[in-house]
């Protein structure tokens, strides 16, 4: 095959994923064209629920600050009722999304950056925005067809769906993000585990102003239990704020053993008003769909020189909020592989490493999402409605009865509220992902969790792990946080003042992809002191971080006189397939 090259990467999908990888090879100076069959980006919301290491990778690439400006911002997240209806009795309330005073103050330590409510549609269009501004070229109406790959390249068949005309074009890596229903997973065969469409759920999007039924007590997902939405996992009817409080999306279970139930506007709009609890004028019903609970994973996410992420690779509900967020992560930690391997900063067999670190997670994610959703079954138990409940009253009579019962009841209730916190408040899910690959050298001892692993952040520099967030400042005084000093495509060998050793070990090599900082230099004050206990090193040892933000190694102790310092950062870059 020919060695001349159209770009560097291919990438089929523009959502969560393929956007984000379009953004960080841009930023990473790599060649990159992305296709999508569409004439544009997601037509519903989708997904919403930002969370906190997804916001780092955008901080990372730096749109942060853009995608606050547009989203619902984290204080308007928090409240998850649980009701008869928007007017109607209130049952219970979660905190969620750690904006509850039991868990915000873990949130605020363990990252710089909060979580935001922000539809699909408008992220994916923030990432294609900031992607093509900076070289990523986007290919609309362009349906994927085939491939085919040798030992230097990839060459892929396209079909301009305008001018229905068939093009080629090669690069020396394909990267499928293209949904759950992915051709290029098909064709390359990727192993799949677990079953895809379990349970089915009926969404309607709508636009409806309610916000004198929700501002005195404003809450981003309203449940809805009403014994006609009772059917399915969640036992639950629900209303969705996509924008506060005009447009909405209401969701509510079905049986898949019947088919498509065939939904009327009169249905929607009679269901609307019974949760609402009222009639609910003007009401523009924009899209009704069909929904389907998956459960599926792929066990490996490549095959030469091709790749796969996203939904692609993983296939699960939304509870728990960990889609997008998952996607984005995938492509974060694809893209600095890719970039390093297209410039010769390191060899082929760091690519490895993608399915090592990435399969993983996703297999846990998508055991999360569909757990969430089982964990309501705890909640069902209390309205009663697979035990002889048929109205609402005789439910909240039920719960609320002044008896031994109803005592009973109300304790169900509240250990139910804190079984959720596994899918509302569970900050160890989202932050303390650890990698074990060929990219990583792993210590002997293994990590020991001081609290619940899914519910907590722990914090380490043990290497697989996120770097800790803390803050320092610099030498005009303002804040950093020590993720804003690694990462943007470069490694990041991070040592004390008396550490210089290390720092003259990196001028010594002199690599184009690798930095030094002492922490407690001018630039890098330490002021508050959380470095020095956060770091779980000494002064003089290092810990080396890779682009993404997690650590590659770690060396804790202080070296000893003779301690040939370029021999050992020469023999680690090596280790973890860099070129040096």
Same mark, same amino acid.
């Given at each position: 095959?020919?060695?001349?090259?159209?770009t560097?990467?291919?990438?089929?999908?523009?959502?969560?994923?393929?956007?984000t990888?379009?953004?960080?090879?841009?930023?990473y100076?790599?060649?990159?064209q992305?296709f999508? =069959? !569409?004439?544009?980006?997601?037509?519903?919301?989708?997904?919403?629920?930002?969370?906190?290491?997804?916001?780092?990778v955008?901080?990372?690439?730096g749109? /942060?600050?853009?995608?606050?400006?547009?989203?619902?911002?984290?204080?308007?997240?928090? /409240?998850?009722?649980?009701?008869?209806?928007?007017?109607?009795?209130?049952?219970?309330?979660?905190?969620?999304?750690?904006?509850? +005073? /039991?868990?915000?103050? %873990?949130?605020?330590?363990?990252s710089?950056?909060?979580?935001?409510?922000?539809?699909?549609?408008?992220?994916?269009?923030?990432?294609?925005?900031?992607? &093509?501004?900076?070289?990523?070229?986007?290919n609309?109406?362009?349906?994927?067809?085939?491939?085919?790959? *040798? $030992?230097?390249?990839?060459?892929?068949?396209?079909?301009?769906?305008?001018?229905?005309? /068939?093009?080629?074009?090669?690069?020396?890596?394909?990267?499928?993000? %293209?949904?759950?229903?992915?051709?290029?997973?098909? =064709?390359?065969?990727?192993?799949?585990e677990?079953?895809?469409?379990?349970?089915?759920?009926?969404?309607v999007t709508?636009k409806?102003?309610?916000? @004198?039924y929700?501002?005195?007590?404003?809450?981003? #997902?309203?449940?809805?239990?009403?014994?006609?939405?009772?059917?399915?996992?969640?036992?639950?009817?629900?209303?969705?704020?996509?924008?506060?409080?005009?447009?909405?999306?209401?969701?509510?279970?079905?049986?898949?053993s019947?088919?498509?139930?065939?939904?009327?506007?009169?249905?929607?709009?009679?269901r #609307?008003?019974?949760?609402?609890?009222? $009639?609910?004028?003007?009401?523009?019903?924009?899209?009704?769909?069909?929904?389907?609970?998956?459960?599926?994973?792929?066990?490996?996410?490549?095959?030469?020189?091709? !790749?796969?992420?996203?939904?692609?690779?993983?296939?699960?509900?939304?509870?728990?909020?960990?889609?997008?967020?998952?996607?984005?992560?995938?492509a974060?930690?694809?893209?600095?592989?890719?970039?390093?391997?297209?410039k010769?900063?390191?060899?082929?067999? #760091?690519?490895?490493?993608?399915?090592?670190?990435?399969?993983?997670?996703?297999k846990q994610?998508?055991?999360?999402?569909?757990?969430?959703?089982? %964990?309501?079954?705890?909640?069902?138990?209390?309205?009663?409605?697979?035990?002889?409940?048929?109205t609402?009253?005789?439910?909240?009579?039920?719960? !609320?009865a002044?008896?031994?019962?109803? &005592?009973?009841?109300?304790?169900?209730?509240?250990? &139910?509220?804190?079984?959720?916190?596994f899918e !509302?408040?569970?900050?160890?899910v989202?932050?303390?992902?650890?990698?074990?690959?060929?990219?990583?050298i792993? $210590?002997?001892?293994p990590?020991?969790?001081?609290?619940?692993?899914?519910?907590?952040?722990?914090?380490?520099?043990?290497?697989?792990?996120?770097?800790p967030?803390?803050?320092?400042i610099?030498?005009?005084?303002?804040?950093?946080?020590?993720? +804003?000093?690694?990462?943007?495509?470069?490694?990041?060998?991070?040592?004390?003042?008396?550490?210089?050793?290390?720092?003259?070990?990196?001028?010594?090599?002199?690599?184009p992809?690798?930095?030094?900082?002492?922490?407690?230099?001018?630039?890098?004050?330490?002021?508050?002191?959380?470095?020095?206990?956060?770091?779980e090193?000494?002064?003089?040892?290092?810990?080396?971080?890779?682009?993404d933000?997690?650590?590659?190694?770690?060396?804790?102790g202080?070296?000893?006189a *003779?301690? *040939?310092?370029?021999?050992?950062? @020469?023999e680690?870059?090596?280790?973890?397939q860099?070129?040096?």
């Open positions: 095959m020919s060695e001349q090259f159209d560097d990467v291919l990438v089929v999908g523009t959502g969560p994923a393929g956007s990888l379009g953004l960080a090879l841009a930023n100076g790599v060649n990159v992305l999508t =069959q !569409f004439n544009w980006l997601a037509n519903s919301p989708r997904a919403h629920i930002t969370n906190q290491r997804a916001m780092e955008l901080r990372d690439l749109i /942060e600050e853009q995608v606050k400006q547009i989203a619902t911002p984290w204080e308007q997240m928090g /409240e998850s009722l649980i009701t008869t209806s928007l007017i109607g009795e209130e049952i219970a309330r979660l905190s969620a999304w750690g904006t509850g +005073d /039991e868990r915000h103050g %873990d949130y605020v330590k363990g710089p950056c909060p979580l935001v409510d922000l539809i699909q549609p408008k992220m994916e269009a923030l990432l294609v925005k900031n992607a &093509a501004e900076r070289g990523a070229i986007y609309f109406n362009t349906e994927y067809l085939s491939h085919t790959q *040798d $030992e230097h390249g990839v060459t892929a068949t396209f079909l301009n769906r305008i001018s229905n005309t /068939e093009f080629s074009l090669r690069a020396k890596y394909l990267v499928g993000m %293209d949904g759950a229903r992915s051709k290029i997973v098909e =064709q390359l065969n990727l192993p799949l677990g079953v895809m469409a379990r349970a089915g759920t009926v969404y709508f409806a102003d309610l916000s @004198q929700v501002q005195h007590r404003p809450a981003i #997902l309203q449940w809805i239990v009403n014994p006609e939405a009772s059917f399915g996992d969640l036992g639950m009817g629900l209303l969705r704020a996509i924008t506060p409080w005009n447009q909405w999306i209401m969701g509510w279970g079905f049986d898949i019947k088919g498509e139930p065939q939904v009327t506007e009169a249905q929607v709009r009679a #609307l008003n019974a949760f609402v609890g009222a $009639e609910v004028q003007d009401v523009e019903i924009e899209k009704l769909s069909y929904w389907y609970v998956n459960q599926t994973w792929a066990t490996e996410y490549s095959a030469g020189r091709v !790749f796969c992420g996203g939904d692609a690779v993983h296939r699960h509900p939304p509870s728990s909020g960990l889609g997008s967020n998952t996607c984005m992560q995938d974060f930690n694809l893209g600095w592989k890719l970039a390093y391997a297209v010769g900063w390191a060899k082929e067999s #760091l690519l490895d490493s993608y399915t090592l670190e990435r399969a993983p997670v996703g994610i998508v055991a999360r999402a569909n757990q969430s959703r089982f %964990d309501y079954k705890h909640l069902k138990d209390v309205f009663g409605f697979d035990q002889g409940v048929t609402q009253a005789d439910m909240l009579q039920r719960i !609320f002044e008896d031994d019962t109803g &005592a009973e009841i109300r304790q169900k209730l509240f250990h &139910a509220l804190e079984i959720k916190h !509302f408040n569970a900050q160890g989202e932050l303390n992902q650890r990698y074990d690959s060929n990219a990583v792993a $210590e002997v001892v990590e020991t969790f001081s609290q619940d692993q899914q519910l907590y952040l722990q914090a380490t520099t043990r290497p697989g792990a996120k770097v967030h803390t803050w320092l610099d030498a005009k005084g303002r804040k950093q946080s020590t993720l +804003d000093i690694v990462g943007h495509g470069r490694f990041t060998l991070l040592t004390g003042l008396s550490g210089t050793g290390w720092k003259n070990a990196v001028q010594a090599l002199n690599l992809y690798l930095d030094v900082i002492q922490i407690g230099s001018r630039e890098y004050r330490d002021v508050y002191g959380t470095w020095n206990q956060k770091s090193i000494h002064e003089a040892g290092a810990v080396l971080v890779r682009p933000g997690y650590v590659a190694w770690r060396m804790q202080k070296p000893e *003779d301690f *040939d310092y370029v021999k050992i950062l @020469q680690v870059l090596e280790k973890i860099l070129t040096v």
